[in-house]
């Protein structure tokens, strides 16, 4: 992993955020709220105002790119960059895009990421993920899909014992474990 200064961390942070903008705006028109059966399986997990703020769109016919800023950092010496066209699920703020239709787990994964969202917020959001993939040596290492992973098992484990993902982010970024 390439030991990054503190200005190109920034630079990176910054340029992860962009892209995260600008696919939430250019699938906005396509993406969906979440089906009934979908807010009703979700309900007792997330806040209301997350599950009516969610949209979804699963792609049929084509691929999320990478980011236009990957041969940048392959230039870098990044080679473990995640493959977002092999993703099953990209979460750009509150738009999740799949590449294959939404199960319950699926979907649980990608709300934990809206969740992470509203309360970071995209630039505070970009930055801990760009930290977590630098300090986490990868895509696997990242606190911020390592909780939702996490949370998304405890869901998958028993669909009927609700807690609160809110209340679980919280804790995460008042712990500082992002």
């Not at 503190?6 to 028109?29: C, D, K, M, N, W």
């Not at 041969?71 to 990044?78: R, S, V």
């Not at 509203?118 to 993939?133: A, D, K, N, T, W």
Request: glycine share 8%; with cysteine; aromatic share 12%.
């Amino acid at each position: 992993m390439p030991q990054l200064s503190p200005r190109q961390i920034a630079h990176v942070t910054g340029l992860v955020a962009q892209y995260i903008t600008a696919q939430r705006e250019r699938f906005s028109p396509q993406a969906a709220p979440l089906a009934a059966a979908q807010k009703a399986a979700m309900s007792g997990f997330f806040l209301p105002q997350v599950l009516d703020a969610a949209r979804v769109l699963v792609l049929f016919d084509r691929r999320v790119e990478n980011p236009p800023f990957y041969p940048t950092l392959a230039g870098m010496g990044f080679s473990n960059l995640p493959d977002f066209s092999q993703m099953a699920a990209i979460t750009f703020c509150d738009m999740a895009i799949s590449h294959v239709p939404f199960t319950d787990g699926l979907l649980f994964h990608e709300l934990v990421h809206v969740e992470q969202y509203r309360q970071l917020g995209i630039p505070r959001f970009s930055e801990l993920y760009v930290r977590g993939f630098l300090s986490g040596g990868g895509y696997d290492g990242i606190p911020l899909e390592v909780n939702a992973y996490g949370l998304g098992r405890q869901f998958e484990r028993n669909p009927r014992q609700q807690f609160s993902v809110a209340d679980e982010v919280a804790r995460w970024v008042r712990e500082e474990r992002f």
